[in-house]
């Protein structure tokens, strides 16, 4: 991003904050990695200590999380894959892709941090490489349930109809939850301005995609409580009590029992809080981490 398109996005906020976002882009550093003909992006902090990688949300990308890679880049080695279009969109892929990604740069052991639909990649990717992880925190995130239903019925649609009208749509009618909108924070301008801003980048090919992710891991994953007797990891579980995924948590509990937990409170930014309460949320995550 150039300096132009951050002040047109954000313009009218502080100073202090503008400058904190030029900090991250000037300081960006994107790998490319070739999988199966697809060009994957990831960020790379390039930095000593243990590997953190994080995993963003649905129709997001690395940059969702800017306030945790400028918190924890000075303490840990920060990889934030961007998820790109795919012409076969499976957890399986993904995970695939994570693999790959992970043997280019030879690393052995990393901790694990997935949001949302991040969490969801999360756990697959958990039960394939248990031996590679040592930490996972599952962000505002849910387990693999009934809910096909509801993705099949509210975005089929986009599916069948020409690019330029499932982008105008999609970009239209997504909008943050009111939830978000009325938490009162120092971030919240921000937000609004970078939600306007991803949105800018939607495009056909990404918003199937995210569908696509999501559908196969409610219809075709299915956990169980035994699943990782055999892990010595950690994990922490996070959700807001204002959290549209809230109704999931005891859920979580029930799959993984021997997880930590953190019910972040009301009015901090409910499914959003890393972004637009990344004070509160750094701190628990750093917590865990460091622990």
């Not at 991003?1 to 502080?14: G, V």
């Not at 799959?255 to 990344?278: C, K, M, N, W």
Request: some cysteine; proline content about 4%; charged content about 20%.
């Amino acid at each position: 991003m150039t300096s132009d398109e951050i002040s047109a996005y954000y313009k009218n906020l502080p100073k202090v904050q503008l400058a904190f976002i030029q900090a991250f882009y000037e300081s960006e550093t994107q790998k490319i990695i070739n999988i199966d003909g697809v060009s994957w992006h990831y960020y790379d902090s390039q930095t000593d200590g243990p590997v953190l990688m994080l995993l963003h949300g649905g129709f997001a990308d690395f940059t969702m999380w800017i306030h945790q890679i400028m918190a924890f880049r000075s303490d840990f080695r920060v990889i934030a894959p961007t998820c790109p279009g795919l012409r076969k969109a499976t957890m399986s892929v993904y995970s695939n892709a994570l693999t790959a990604i992970i043997k280019k740069e030879k690393i052995r052991h990393l901790n694990l941090l997935g949001y949302s639909e991040g969490g969801l990649i999360a756990q697959c990717f958990l039960r394939e490489q248990q031996a590679l992880i040592d930490k996972v925190v599952l962000g505002h995130t849910f387990f693999p349930s009934t809910e096909n239903k509801y993705y099949q019925h509210n975005f089929n649609l986009f599916r069948r109809l020409p690019a330029p009208v499932t982008t105008w749509l999609f970009k239209k009618f997504a909008q943050p939850d009111k939830e978000e909108l009325e938490a009162k924070t120092v971030w919240q301008d921000w937000f609004r301005a970078y939600f306007k801003d991803l949105k800018s980048n939607l495009t056909k090919p990404i918003i199937i995609t995210h569908i696509d992710l999501m559908m196969d891991f409610v219809r075709n994953y299915h956990f169980h409580p035994d699943d990782l007797t055999s892990w010595y990891g950690k994990m922490l579980i996070t959700v807001a009590s204002d959290d549209i995924v809230y109704k999931y948590f005891e859920g979580m509990k029930t799959l993984y029992p021997f997880a930590e937990t953190h019910v972040f409170d009301e009015g901090l930014g409910a499914h959003s809080i890393a972004l637009i309460s990344p004070k509160f949320f750094n701190r628990r995550i750093r917590e865990f981490m460091e622990a």
